[in-house]
């Protein structure tokens, strides 16, 4: 840039930039104005010449960067929101990118103003949170239903290979294999449902009406399909994001169920020869609904509540236990975890955005 045009924008009381393609077309800042320096609390010579990926820390930079890149190549203007660390606090900055292109519509630069619109609002912060985990939870929840696609699969293919030719001699086994082919179905169904919403975890949360008890015995009869637990569940129709609830609940519910196998039923008193899981409803004034989650197994050790508690990852978590907390972290709600007071086992509890309702509205179909 002249300097007469970094005098211009030095005049200019908001944060002002501009980028510039290097050799490569990779846009760098070629200009960056004085209040944006003193916002940033970075000297001009430690700007100049950087991608925003390498300017700003870890996740942060590289969504800048890529919103960057797409007004390089699209050559249209772009707005987007990013929260930013700036004197030590998070700030949520709106962001415009004009590109400026030559006779051949190439860019030859892009002129970028922030604005500060944070305003105290928690709830707007929280959301552009959310936005930075976007890619990585999309991550966990493809990575997921693909390990489980194949595997299910196999199932019903297998049961449809047993029952070919199948003799039945009354002794049960046809049931068995019955109940093998409608646990990859359903199994099935819930991950291509997990798919078709892979966006639960982007800025417009899927809000609908739908029913809290068909949903827990939708992911009980996949996780526990011969009825070997006791499963007691709320009723309710709840007006929230079913997505986000049937991810939490079914990743929370197999890991109960799945420590109950490992380890709870050697260590269970005599009179207690099944897992017990009881599922409440509850409605919360701020906003919120909370399900409550309490079972009878061993309780959690002092590594699982530092886990969950703190989101340090450690060897013996259950699978997408570490996701399920970014997710509801990153919605603003809460997940609080301790252990029984009047008797062996845990409780999880697990608050989301929406409320409990008496009944969904005629016109809207409950999912």
Not at 28 to 54: K, Q
Not at 338 to 360: H, K, Y
Request: glycine share 8%; charged share 25%; hydrophobic share 40%.
């Amino acid at each position: 840039m002249q300097d007469v045009e970094s005098d211009l924008l030095d005049m200019v009381e908001h944060p002002v930039f501009v980028l510039e393609p290097d050799a490569d077309g990779v846009p760098r800042y070629a200009g960056f104005n004085a209040y944006a320096c003193t916002v940033l609390g970075r000297p001009l010579d430690e700007i100049l010449g950087c991608t925003a990926a390498e300017l700003y820390p870890g996740r942060l930079g590289e969504v800048a960067y890529t919103h960057h890149v797409t007004a390089m190549t699209s050559a249209k203007p772009l707005i987007y929101e990013i929260l930013l660390p700036l004197d030590g606090v998070q700030r949520l900055l709106r962001t415009t990118l004009r590109p400026v292109c030559d006779d051949s519509g190439a860019v030859v630069r892009i002129i970028g103003s922030s604005t500060d619109i944070s305003g105290g609002h928690g709830l707007r912060e929280a959301r552009t949170e959310m936005a930075t985990l976007t890619s990585e939870m999309e991550d966990f929840i493809n990575l997921a239903a693909h390990d489980l696609r194949t595997p299910m699969r196999n199932v019903s293919f297998i049961a449809e290979m047993l029952r070919e030719d199948f003799e039945d001699l009354g002794d049960g086994k046809l049931d068995l294999i019955n109940t093998l082919e409608d646990i990859g179905k359903n199994a099935m169904r819930l991950i291509s449902d997990v798919l078709s919403h892979a966006q639960a975890t982007s800025l417009a949360n899927q809000t609908v009406h739908f029913d809290f008890a068909g949903l827990v015995e939708e992911i009980s009869t996949v996780l526990d399909p011969m009825g070997n637990c006791v499963i007691r569940q709320a009723d309710g129709i709840v007006e929230g994001d079913r997505t986000a609830t049937q991810i939490i609940l079914r990743n929370l519910m197999d890991n109960a169920i799945k420590h109950w196998t490992l380890c709870g039923t050697a260590a269970a008193p005599a009179d207690q020869q099944a897992l017990e899981l009881t599922i409440d409803l509850a409605e919360l004034e701020d906003g919120f609904f909370e399900v409550t989650i309490t079972d009878n197994g061993q309780g959690f050790s002092d590594p699982a509540l530092l886990f969950l508690d703190t989101g340090q990852l450690r060897v013996d978590s259950g699978f997408g236990l570490f996701g399920v907390r970014r997710l509801i972290h990153a919605r603003g709600g809460t997940l609080t975890v301790s252990n029984r007071a009047d008797r062996q086992g845990a409780v999880i509890a697990f608050t989301l955005p929406g409320r409990r309702v008496t009944e969904a509205p005629s016109a809207q179909k409950i999912a």
